[in-house]
């Protein structure tokens, strides 16, 4: 068959006006309306638009508009060479789509990729590039595609449409009606003789890439704020996609994955998706499932979204059965690096923090962070916060917190003339999660054991293990519920060892307690906190330590205690404590076999001093070196911390 190449000289004698474009469209070559459809001539040497009927060729010295609706019939050949550009009028018959028994062959390479664009830069300008083959899909032989009636599937897992390499898709996903929209690359049955890999698809006004039926893979694809789903897929599509990376900037997006449909378990391979915005990474539709190895997830409200409540064994993640309740945030799996040829791609803000960090990161004062989600400190990695730092954390709730790992270190350097501060914008109690830190101390929980906020691993027999130092730091707006059983604090110390320093820490306006123990021996010095709605300082599990210097304000009512202690009694101790209550409230409560030891305590405005809660021996709690004989023993009139110098309290964002 002969081969055109698309110049005027090849094509002046093709030319043939249309006033309709169907799929079965006899004429050849590149059809042009004569006029250029405005009453001007139009330049034969870069319009495209009509239907290719036999091989054809662009030149990439050409820089070519997408006029209207271009077709490769059945039979036909699109050859695009590396470095070809298209630029697409705006609307929704504007669309480059590949027919049954067509191929396109996208000859792009790293230094010169091929790039579809639209002519205006914004999403859902064109209708984007769509291949139809011979492939399975359920929706039978000889489909309707919900587009341009595009005809669509076989009986032929291994049909070939060509192949595509190096492809940019830019501002596509026009709207066609309420109920359907393009995508910018839509796989209507295509099947795994078909090769495409290193694509990128871009701000998209619906889906980046959506599978419908078929048995195509996809090797390297970059999707970025793409509207509605990243990646899509239905009709039981059952290829495979390996190192994808999704990045989600901007708001309203609807997920990274959809499935829908029957489940033919399609693979997906390291799988890395970061969003700025929250939202939900992975949604799954009636019976739909996948097996994924080497997902991350960074940034997103919902990790795992069961629409129809289909069986989770349907998804398995790296060996298991999906879990929504996990976040999957797990250092990433692709490096975006891969995908430097895409010139225009974004990154994530320098002023977001979230995801992972492996080895030793510090942070700039100079810098105003967001807390986005999760950010965690991985084993043998260290976090370094400079004093005068401040991090305003997304009213997120539970996907939102600091945690530090068995073997990671944090340091915060603040200082009293400038704390660190971490808080929501609004200061609302429960807004975000917190700071959470595992160490390898001892606790009654035993060696690796899970904690109760996202399953970290803490507890093991090092005493004086390090986790690193805290001073001078103030969280304010924390404590996300998790379910009814398990909240985040302030500050969360599991098993941390004695090595770890704490002074001059302020927790304010927390939903659940200030700060909170898990056995562990780490001591603490100067603690201010005010209006945490649980327990102001809680431990359990055998906690040792000591804490001095503490200061707690109750201003509102409905607060649990000043102190809560739980479990057997490993004799913690504190150093001038002082607990003040406007609203009543209890002091003190004791539950199982806990105690403690009390030097210099002033308590007043609680309503009950110490409440036994579970009858345990009141003599296990001690004050001024004697124990107590009765819960309403008058010993807690000590002289009151004096924090008036305590200036870096009253830090803010």
Not at 29 to 47: A, K, L, Q, R, S
Request: with cysteine; hydrophobic share 40%; proline share 3%.
């Amino acid at each position: 068959m002969k081969t055109n190449m698309m110049k005027i000289t090849a094509f002046a004698s093709l030319f043939a006006a249309v006033a309709f474009v169907g799929c079965s469209s006899d004429d050849s070559g590149i059809v042009i309306p004569p006029d250029g459809g405005g009453g001007e001539t139009p330049d034969v040497e870069t319009e495209l638009q009509g239907t290719i009927s036999q091989d054809s060729i662009l030149d990439p010295a050409i820089a070519y508009e997408l006029k209207g609706t271009l077709l490769v019939e059945a039979g036909a050949t699109l050859t695009i060479p590396a470095g070809t550009t298209i630029t697409s009028d705006a609307g929704t018959e504007n669309y480059i789509a590949v027919l049954k028994g067509a191929q396109i062959d996208v000859q792009g390479t790293m230094s010169e990729p091929v790039i579809m664009t639209s002519v205006n830069g914004n999403a859902g300008d064109w209708g984007g590039l769509l291949l139809c083959g011979e492939g399975i899909t359920t929706e039978g032989v000889d489909a309707i595609a919900e587009v341009g009636g595009l005809v669509y599937g076989g009986t032929n897992p291994a049909d070939n449409s060509g192949n595509i390499n190096y492809l940019v898709i830019e501002g596509a996903g026009a709207q066609i009606n309420s109920e359907s929209q393009y995508n910018g690359l839509s796989l209507y049955a295509v099947g795994s003789g078909t090769t495409i890999s290193n694509v990128a698809i871009l701000d998209g006004a619906d889906d980046g890439v959506e599978f419908f039926g078929g048995s195509v893979s996809v090797e390297n694809l970059y999707l970025e704020n793409n509207e509605d789903d990243s990646v899509d897929w239905t009709e039981g599509w059952d290829g495979a996609i390996t190192n994808t990376y999704v990045l989600h900037t901007i708001t309203g997006f609807s997920t990274a994955i959809e499935a829908d449909g029957e489940n033919q378990n399609p693979t997906i391979t390291n799988f890395t998706a970061v969003s700025e915005t929250g939202g939900t990474a992975l949604q799954f539709k009636k019976e739909s499932g996948a097996t994924i190895t080497g997902l991350s997830l960074t940034g997103y409200d919902t990790s795992i979204d069961m629409r129809d409540n289909g069986p989770l064994a349907n998804i398995q993640i790296d060996g298991a059965d999906a879990n929504p309740e996990l976040t999957y945030t797990a250092p990433a799996t692709v490096d975006v690096s891969m995908f430097d040829w895409v010139s225009n791609r974004g990154e994530v803000a320098e002023d977001i923090l979230q995801g992972t960090i492996t080895g030793d990161v510090v942070l700039d004062a100079s810098v105003a962070y967001t807390l986005n989600s999760s950010l965690i400190v991985e084993n043998g990695a260290s976090l370094t916060i400079p004093a005068g730092t401040k991090i305003t954390a997304r009213a997120g709730g539970t996907d939102v917190y600091i945690a530090v790992l068995k073997g990671g270190t944090i340091d915060i350097q603040g200082t009293e003339e400038n704390p660190v501060v971490m808080s929501s914008a609004n200061e609302m109690a429960g807004d975000w999660g917190g700071l959470t830190i595992c160490g390898n101390a001892s606790t009654t929980a035993g060696v690796d054991a899970v904690a109760e906020v996202g399953g970290f691993i803490y507890g093991g027999n090092d005493d004086a293990d390090s986790s690193g130092n805290i001073s001078n730091l103030v969280v304010i707006g924390s404590g996300a519920q998790i379910n009814a059983e398990s909240q985040y604090n302030g500050i969360s110390f599991y098993a941390v060892g004695s090595g770890t320093t704490v002074q001059n820490i302020a927790v304010i306006n927390g939903a659940d307690d200030g700060v909170e123990f898990f056995g562990g021996t780490v001591s603490a010095a100067n603690i201010y906190l005010q209006d945490n709605e649980d327990d102001a300082v809680d431990w359990t599990e055998g906690w040792n330590g000591t804490i001095t210097d503490t200061y707690v304000l109750h201003d509102i009512t409905g607060f649990s205690t000043a102190v809560e202690a739980d479990g057997v009694n490993a004799n913690p101790k504190l150093i001038n404590f002082t607990a003040v209550s406007s609203t009543g409230g209890t002091a003190l409560q004791f539950k199982k076999e806990s105690g403690a030891t009390f030097t210099n305590a002033s308590i007043s405005g609680y309503a009950t001093l110490v409440d036994m809660r579970d009858g345990g021996p009141v003599s296990n709690i001690f004050v001024d070196g004697t124990p107590l004989s009765t819960a309403t023993d008058d010993v807690w009139n000590g002289t009151p911390v004096d924090i008036s110098s305590w200036t870096w309290i009253d830090a803010r964002l």
